[in-house]
């Protein structure tokens, strides 16, 4: 499981995610994108496809995983979070172990699982929950500032673990190597000065005017021009996570991190 995530709207993430999955599929896996951005559905919205069903279908009205799994480009399969992700606090113990079935389903159908946060307290519950986030950041000071404040939130989470929980930072909409490495430094920086999290670099993906127009197009670049720097750049990122995966698999599906949002989510109440 990889939860992408990022401080604010606007960086690009759930692009990012949607790119990540295709190219992790193209190299082999079997990938799908959990949409956990609570009301907004932007992955339906960037792929142009409707879900029929969403997570709160597969936790009050009896659906299967089948029912409601939507499949987009080159057969990568997504998952809308709906109204679903916030309604986890309010399960009862059946509803739970419902829940935790259909996921375990999940786990022996996909490869790879994608998280592609939202926006509130589920954010955090989710990033404390995973063994590996992904920090999308844009050099926009707007940008490293709530990425800073999104780490600063999760360093003061109860549940949060440092030592189970790795964060890589992935460079977003840069002009250029430079750009790129001034934008780690500088959220580096203050991260390792004032919290309790280490953070790597993980990548960057270029500015790339193709990215936009993929976007307005609702088709992934990966597929529009899977030449553009942009879409080359996912692909590095893709093979170096799987490179990481030989030498340290992970061991958190989305069985056991939905079993530990929904327990953030209970001592919350």
Do not use: C
């Not at 964060?167 to 790129?180: F, L, P, S, T, Y």
């Not at 780690?184 to 919290?195: M, P, R, S, T």
């Not at 030989?246 to 001592?267: A, D, H, W, Y």
Request: hydrophobic share 45%; proline share 3%.
């Amino acid at each position: 499981v990889i939860t992408v995530t990022s401080g604010k709207g606007g960086v690009g993430k759930t692009s990012f995610s949607v790119n990540l999955a295709i190219q992790l599929h193209r190299l082999g896996k079997r990938v799908v994108v959990l949409d956990a951005d609570f009301g907004l559905a932007n992955i339906e919205i960037m792929l142009g496809i409707r879900p029929k069903y969403n997570l709160a279908d597969l936790m009050f009205r009896g659906k299967s995983i089948q029912d409601v799994m939507t499949y987009g480009p080159e057969g990568i399969g997504f998952l809308s979070g709906g109204s679903g992700i916030n309604e986890m606090a309010n399960l009862n113990r059946e509803q739970v172990f419902w829940l935790i079935q259909k996921m375990e389903e999940l786990d022996k159908q996909a490869d790879v699982i994608i998280v592609d946060t939202g926006i509130g307290d589920s954010v955090l519950e989710f990033v404390a929950a995973s063994e590996e986030v992904l920090l999308v950041a844009t050099p926009e000071p707007t940008s490293i500032t709530d990425a800073y404040a999104l780490l600063k939130a999760l360093n003061r989470n109860s549940s949060y673990m440092p030592e189970k929980t790795v964060v890589k930072m992935i460079a977003n909409q840069v002009r250029g190597k430079k750009e790129a490495d001034e934008l780690f430094q500088k959220l580096g920086v203050v991260v390792n000065k004032f919290l309790d999290i280490d953070i790597d670099y993980l990548g960057a993906i270029p500015y790339d005017v193709n990215m936009q127009r993929a976007v307005m197009h609702q088709k992934p670049l990966s597929v529009a021009d899977p030449d553009a720097l942009a879409s080359q750049s996912v692909e590095k990122i893709a093979l170096s996570l799987l490179d990481m995966e030989k030498e340290k698999p992970r061991t958190v599906g989305i069985k056991q991190l939905f079993s530990n949002v929904i327990r953030m989510k209970f001592n919350r109440r």
